[in-house]
Structures are given as C-alpha cells and as structure tokens.
C-alpha cells in the first residue's frame, strides 16, 4: 500500500507559457480537495535553493486561470545543474515536510526533476509547459496553442501590408530546437516557405523559387523562420535573399517575446487543468516519476526520462503540405 502524500510542492521553470497558471490552479485545487497541503515555490529551483516557498489555500489561486505568465514566476538556475545546489534544494523541501512535487515546464525542467528523484528520492510529476511543442508523449503543451495563435494573428496583419506593396515578409517565430510554431503558423497564413530547425534549409532552392514567381510578377510571399533555422534565423536568410534579388522589396518581422504572453487560449486551459488535476492523482495513487500528457484526449503518463530522451519529431507529411498547398 502506496503511503499517502500529505504535502506537495508546485513550481513553474524554464521559459513561462501561457496556461502555466490554469495548471497551478488545477494543481492547488485538488490538492485541497482530496486533504492534501500544498505549497508554492516562486522562481522555479532557484526559489527551491533560497527555500522561497510558501502555503498556499484556494484564494491563493482565485482569478488567475485567464491570466498570463506565471504567479510562481520563473528562473533558469545554475546552482541546481550542481549536486550542492539540489542537496541544499532538498533540504529546504523537507524543513517544509514537502513529500512530491509537480514541476510544470520543459524539458530541462524535466532533466532537473529526474536528478533530484535519483539523489534524494523525492517523487515527481512533470507537465509540460512550453509554447514550443517539442516533447513527446503528448499531442499538446501547455502554452502552444496560445502562442501559435498569437503568431497567425500578427502575421495575418503583416499579410495586409505585404499586399499594398508588393513585399517578400520574412518572419521570425519562436522555436528555438523546434518548428512547430513555426509550421503550425506558416500553414495556417499560407506562408511560401517555412524554415525549421529539424529540415536543413536549401537557400538556393528558394531563391530559384521566388526567381521564378518574381517572372511571374507574384511580388507578394510570405516566409516564415523558427529562430534555432539551421541557416542563422530571419536576418541572415533576408541577406541571402537580397544579394539574389536586386528587385525585390524584402521586410524582416521579428515577433520575439509577444509569443509568450498574452491570456491563454480555451485550449489551453483546458489542458492544464486536466494535466493538473491528474498530476495530484498520479501522486495519490504512487504514479511517480512521471510526465502527464494528453494523446487522442486521453490521459498519458510516460518515464519523465523518456520525455526528456524523446523530442517530438516532425514527419514529412507536414512538409508536402506546405510544399503543395504553396504552390
């Protein structure tokens, strides 16, 4: 028989998402529900080192399910890669009788939860909260959808001032190691091209592209790059580009941050509630260990080293969509 957990811990690391407060809310909800105390660690395992970490009751959580970032708030932590700093990490977590933790964030997040498990045994549950999409095991993360839709809505009003001038756009969106913000967003503002960090860019090959279109007369193409592009990101394919066509009018939009932000989408609400709510029955029932993800709107719970191990991969198909429906 599984020894029930009478105390929890909930935290946000790495890059914030949209939807990361929906999850916490979920996370302290049910917890209380079910009698179980469960406290608040702000900035992530920086918060854990410095023992920034505190009660939390369900006003803790009123009114912030459409809000934005992260109440816990969020830090990248040096001192935690080091076995010194998760040590004294522990030691905070046990002054606070803190039993298992639920760490919503990526995959360093992840990596970060697996060595504190390993050394000193605390169980945890991962959620994935990162706007890239790029862990597998689950069909969605929290914050993509809100951050895929805030990229089609700036590029939808970029559209309207290419088409009064005949421009090329190049448009640099987030994603880093991944592109499916990049594809998920180019496909649906019908983008000419789209470059990602998982296919190595031909350059030439779209440079004869629009060569040909510019014959043509279609002045107007849209580009869309993930930032982690193998050729350099936004800026460098724009000077490719105008070395190769003299005549073209050629704009470079960067959205950067604006991704990030913003409230979150119904998607994704919903989604980190539900992960939310089954990270503390993964911990009631001795699920430990485990990332909680969603595929074909079913509960799935993987290893969190496989999660970390597994990246999501993109498959051709996506690609001969774009290649055909840009044609």
Not at 20 to 34: C, D, F, K, P, S
Not at 307 to 315: E, F, P, Q, T
Request: proline share 2%; net charge neutral; charged share 25%.
């Amino acid at each position: 028989m599984q020894h029930k957990i009478k105390r929890i811990g909930v935290l946000t690391s790495g890059g914030d998402s949209p939807g990361m407060n929906a999850a916490i809310r979920a996370v302290v909800r049910t917890a209380l529900y079910h009698q179980i105390e469960v406290f608040g660690i702000r900035r992530g395992y920086q918060g854990m080192i410095d023992n920034d970490i505190f009660q939390m009751d369900s006003r803790s959580v009123a009114n912030i399910i459409q809000r934005g970032g992260t109440i816990l708030k969020t830090a990248r932590c040096k001192e935690f890669m080091e076995p010194a700093g998760r040590k004294k990490a522990y030691y905070h977590l046990k002054e606070h009788g803190i039993e298992g933790l639920v760490i919503i964030g990526g995959d360093g997040s992840f990596r970060g939860a697996c060595a504190l498990q390993a050394e000193h045994g605390i169980p945890c549950i991962g959620l994935a909260g990162t706007i890239d999409k790029d862990i597998s095991g689950t069909d969605f993360t929290i914050g993509f959808d809100t951050a895929v839709n805030t990229a089609v809505e700036a590029i939808d009003k970029i559209r309207d001032t290419m088409d009064a001038h005949d421009r090329i756009f190049i448009i640099e969106v987030m994603g880093r190691d991944a592109g499916y913000i990049a594809l998920h967003s180019g496909i649906a503002t019908g983008a000419e091209n789209i470059l990602i960090p998982e296919r190595k860019t031909d350059i030439n090959n779209i440079i004869q592209s629009l060569q040909e279109k510019e014959r043509r007369k279609k002045m107007v193409n849209l580009i869309v790059v993930a930032e982690g592009d193998d050729f350099g990101g936004a800026t460098e394919v724009q000077k490719k580009l105008e070395e190769n066509l003299p005549k073209a009018e050629i704009r470079v939009c960067i959205l950067g941050h604006i991704q990030r932000g913003g409230a979150p989408s119904c998607m994704d609400r919903v989604i980190a509630s539900r992960m939310g709510y089954h990270a503390v029955e993964s911990l009631m029932e001795g699920r430990y260990n485990v990332f909680v993800g969603i595929q074909n709107n079913k509960m799935n719970y993987i290893p969190l080293e496989a999660a970390v191990k597994n990246k999501g991969k993109i498959s051709d198909e996506w690609l001969q969509i774009v290649r055909i429906l840009a044609s």
